[in-house]
C-alpha cells in the first residue's frame, strides 16, 4: 500500500514579511492524520492533529478549527508551544487556462500531482504567530497543491511575483523541475507558469520543455522561443515535513525568502530579468 496525501500552500506576502500556511491530510496503512504548517522569513512550524479533524467540502477545507477557502483562510490553533490566530481575506484569484498536469492529470499511479489554483490574488487581514502580528494590506497571495502517496526524491520549486521597481506588481512565476518514476523508468518533469500582464506563459514536458542546465543552485528551462531562468543565490532554509508513501516522515526546506534571480526570453529577447530578496524556493538536489 503506497499510502496517501493531500496538501495545500497559501503563501502570503507583503513588503515587509512572508507567511505561508500549508494545510494536509495524510494516511499510511490504517493511520490518518492532519497537520498544518506554517513557514515565515524566521521560523517554521508543525501542528498535527487526529485524522477525523479534516473535513472537505466543493467549497471548504477544515482541520479542526481552521478553515480554508476560496475567499481566505482562518486560523485558531493554540498546542504547546505553537498560538495562532486570525483570518485572511483573498480576492481577485487567478487560476490557470487548464491543468498544470495537462495530459499527465489522466495518467493512474502517479507518485505526486500538482495543482496550481491561482498565481496571484490579493490578500488582507491579520495573524498572529506566538505573539508576532502578520498584517497583510493589499498584499500578494499564492496558491497551490499537491496530492499523490510521495514528493519527488529530487526536485526543485520556485515562486515569486514579479514587481517592477517602483514596486508595481507585473505578474508572477512559479516553475518546478523534479524526477517522475512511472512504470519502469524515470524522467525530468517540468512544469511551470510566467503570468506576466495578465498572460499566461506555460512551460511543460507534455509541451516540449527541457532542462538545459540544472546545477548550482541554478535552473535553466528552453521550449520552443521560450527560456526561463532561476538561480538560488541566498537561502534562509527552514525545515517542512513532507510525505513518503504517505507518512509525513521526509524532512525538506524550504526558504519562504530569499535571494534570486530570474530571467524570461522569448526569441531571444529579455521580457524581464531581475534579482530579489522576496523569492521563495525548495532546492532538493
Not at 524566521?42 to 479533524?53: E, I, K, N, Q, R
Not at 478549527?65 to 483573498?90: I, T, Y
Not at 499537491?146 to 512565476?173: M, N
Not at 546545477?215 to 513532507?242: D, P, V, Y
Request: net charge positive; proline share 3%; charged share 20%.
Amino acid at each position: 500500500m503506497n499510502g496517501y496525501f493531500y496538501g495545500w500552500y497559501f503563501k502570503s506576502q507583503s513588503d515587509t514579511q512572508t507567511l505561508a500556511v500549508i494545510p494536509a491530510v495524510h494516511g499510511a496503512g490504517r493511520n490518518r492524520t492532519c497537520s498544518i504548517q506554517f513557514v515565515t522569513e524566521d521560523g517554521a512550524w508543525t501542528v498535527t492533529f487526529p485524522g477525523d479533524s479534516f473535513y472537505q467540502s466543493k467549497n471548504e477545507i477544515r482541520i479542526g478549527e481552521n478553515r480554508f477557502r476560496k475567499c481566505g483562510l482562518w486560523l485558531d490553533v493554540n498546542r504547546l508551544g505553537l498560538k495562532v490566530k486570525g483570518h485572511l481575506c483573498f480576492e481577485h484569484l487567478s487560476p490557470l487556462q487548464y491543468d498544470i498536469m495537462g495530459p499527465f492529470v489522466l495518467v493512474p499511479f502517479m507518485e505526486c500531482r500538482h495543482s496550481v489554483y491561482s498565481m496571484r490574488h490579493h490578500v488582507n487581514g491579520k495573524l498572529q504567530i506566538n505573539g508576532k502580528d502578520y498584517i497583510f494590506q493589499n498584499a500578494l497571495g499564492y496558491w497551490e497543491g499537491d496530492r499523490g502517496h510521495s514528493f519527488p526524491k529530487e526536485y526543485a520549486w520556485t515562486q515569486c511575483f514579479i514587481t517592477e521597481p517602483k514596486g508595481e506588481v507585473r505578474g508572477s512565476l512559479m516553475l518546478s523541475v523534479a524526477d517522475i518514476p512511472l512504470a519502469d523508468f524515470h524522467f525530468t518533469g517540468i512544469i511551470g507558469i510566467v503570468f506576466w500582464q495578465g498572460k499566461e506563459y506555460r512551460f511543460a514536458t507534455y509541451l516540449g520543455a527541457r532542462v538545459v542546465q540544472k546545477s548550482n543552485r541554478t535552473l535553466l528551462i528552453r521550449q520552443g522561443n521560450m527560456e526561463l531562468e532561476a538561480r538560488l543565490f541566498e537561502s534562509t532554509k527552514q525545515a517542512l515535513r513532507a510525505p513518503i508513501h504517505g507518512a509525513m516522515s521526509r524532512t525538506i526546506h524550504e526558504s519562504a525568502t530569499c535571494k534570486a534571480f530570474y530571467r524570461f526570453r522569448i526569441q531571444g529577447r529579455t521580457v524581464f530579468s531581475f534579482t530579489t530578496d522576496q523569492a521563495s524556493f525548495e532546492y532538493e538536489y
